[in-house]
């Protein structure tokens, strides 16, 4: 059997001879779940998209932000509070922490309806070092993302 993307999880997954998702032990073969039209999106880096919405497919006028980080805002205030309490003593080992802070900011097309009910972004994960952010999306937008054709979108299929 050949490996498919789950329409449940949206994991990468080779389905047991029942059909059987082994992540989330549903079917992968489920056509209610195959017609919500969502997909699995990998976003590599900092990307701009079509004005589709990201959750429904349709136009799309607004934006939300993503924001994917490996420091915690406690780690940040600490260190603001630690500039201000010990001005040099301290100082340089708090740089060289800051050299280590990754940040991953996304803006993605929301529609007005969207926007209203507080849709979120669903982030399957993310891999900070290799700068990538999986994404579950609607099929539209998945199409759009990956026919711009820009070498910083990867299509899991």
Do not use: W
């Amino acid at each position: 059997m050949s490996i498919i993307e789950c329409p449940h999880c949206h994991r990468r997954v080779i389905p047991a001879g029942s059909g059987e998702c082994p992540s989330c032990n549903r079917n992968v073969n489920d056509e209610v779940a195959i017609s919500k039209g969502m997909r699995l999106l990998i976003v590599k880096g900092n990307q701009h998209f079509s004005m589709i919405c990201f959750n429904c497919g349709r136009p799309a006028h607004k934006t939300v932000r993503l924001n994917v980080s490996n420091v915690d805002a406690s780690i940040s205030i600490g260190r603001i509070l630690l500039g201000f309490i010990v001005p040099f003593g301290r100082l340089f080992p708090a740089f060289d922490a800051a050299k280590r802070d990754i940040f991953i900011s996304l803006k993605l097309p929301i529609c007005d309806d969207c926007k209203k009910r507080k849709v979120n972004p669903e982030v399957q994960s993310y891999d900070l070092e290799d700068r990538e952010i999986r994404l579950v999306v609607h099929e539209h937008f998945h199409g759009m993302a990956t026919s711009i054709g820009k070498p910083n979108i990867d299509c899991a299929n």
